[in-house]
């Protein structure tokens, strides 16, 4: 699954209205976004891969089902990425 482009194009950072970039999720992530989701798919299992990551605001926010999140509240903190994914361009 992936977000279209033109989506990913004009998407921001709802906190700092900087630049998103797309970065896949650790596996032990995936699974609590799964459960945390799974009320709000009746007829599919939901989908947590890839999250929008905002180096300003130091956020990550989950896309589930190719579904960007981008609730402030619901948002990840940029920790929950290795070093690699969050440093990398």
């Known amino acids: 699954m992936a977000v279209a482009q033109e ?3 004009i998407l921001v950072c709802p906190k700092t209205k900087g630049e998103l970039r797309l970065v896949d ?3 032990d992530v995936r699974q609590i976004l799964v459960e ?4 709000h798919f009746r007829d599919e ?13 130091q956020l990550v926010y ?8 981008m609730l402030e509240d619901d ?10 994914a969050a440093g990398s361009s």
Do not use: M, T
């Open 7 to 9: 989506l990913l194009d």
């Open 25 to 27: 999720l650790p596996a």
């Open 36 to 39: 945390k989701y799974r009320e």
């Open 45 to 57: 299992e939901p989908v947590a891969e890839q999250g929008l990551y905002c180096a300003e605001s």
């Open 62 to 69: 989950p896309v589930i089902s190719d579904i960007p999140i």
């Open 75 to 84: 948002a990840l903190p940029a920790s929950i990425l290795d070093s690699e």
